[in-house]
C-alpha cells in the first residue's frame, strides 16, 4: 500500500492519536509483556499499526488478538498480518468472557469505528466484555465515526462501570461519503472504574 492510500494516511494519524492521547495512560513498564485485544477487529487494517505503538511502549514481548465474528475478514487478517505477533479469533465480541483461552487483563481493549447507535443492547454487550477484559492497570480505547454516536458510547460505557480520561476530537480525520462520518473522528480513553 503507498504511502499516499488513504488508509496509510489513517494509520499515521491513528498512531499519532495513540502515541498522543493513549500513551500518557497507558502504564507500562519499561520491560513489561504488553498484551492489546482489538474487538471487532474485521480485517485489523490497524494490526501494524497497534503492534508498533506498543513496542514503542515497551521492550517486553507484545501480543496482539484480534476478534471478530466474520469469517472473511478474520481470514484476510490472518493473511495480512502473519508476519506480526498477532493472533486473529472468530469469536463472538458479546461472548468473549466464555473465551477462557482469551485470557483477562489486556493492557489495552480497542474498539475501533464502533457503531453503537446501530444496536444499542448489542453494543453495550459488547462494551461491557470489553470492560471484563480491561487488566486492572489497563485502558479500553474507543474510536467513532460520528459526534452523536461517540456520545452514546461514552454514556453507555460510564453508565457500564467505565471511568473516562480522556475524550478528543480529532480535527485530522479523513471525512467519508456518508454526511457527517469521519474516519477516527473521536478517541475516548476509558478505564474500568476503581
Not at 12 to 41: E, F, G, Q, T
Not at 45 to 51: G, I, M, P
Request: glycine content about 6%.
Amino acid at each position: 500500500m503507498s504511502a499516499s492510500h488513504p488508509i496509510a494516511q489513517d494509520m499515521r494519524k491513528l498512531n499519532a492519536l495513540l502515541r498522543d492521547k493513549v500513551s500518557p495512560h497507558l502504564k507500562a513498564a519499561a520491560d513489561k509483556d504488553l498484551r492489546l485485544l482489538n474487538i471487532a477487529c474485521g480485517q485489523c487494517d490497524e494490526a501494524e499499526t497497534l503492534v508498533n505503538f506498543a513496542r514503542a511502549q515497551t521492550s517486553g514481548d507484545v501480543k496482539l488478538i484480534g476478534a471478530d465474528i466474520r469469517i472473511r475478514e478474520i481470514l484476510q487478517a490472518r493473511e495480512n498480518h502473519a508476519h506480526l505477533p498477532a493472533e486473529f479469533l472468530l469469536e463472538d465480541a458479546t461472548k468473549l468472557s466464555k473465551h477462557k483461552e482469551l485470557g483477562e487483563n489486556f493492557d489495552m481493549v480497542l474498539l475501533r469505528h464502533q457503531n453503537f447507535w446501530h444496536g444499542p443492547e448489542l453494543w453495550k454487550r459488547i462494551f461491557e466484555e470489553g470492560l471484563t477484559k480491561v487488566g486492572e492497570d489497563g485502558l479500553l480505547v474507543i474510536t467513532s465515526y460520528f459526534d452523536k454516536e461517540h456520545q452514546l458510547a461514552l454514556d453507555a460505557l460510564q453508565n457500564l462501570g467505565a471511568e473516562l480520561v480522556l475524550t478528543h476530537h480529532n480535527e485530522d480525520s479523513r471525512k467519508l461519503l456518508t454526511p457527517g462520518k469521519f474516519v477516527d473522528k473521536h478517541l475516548a480513553v476509558l478505564r474500568r472504574r476503581r
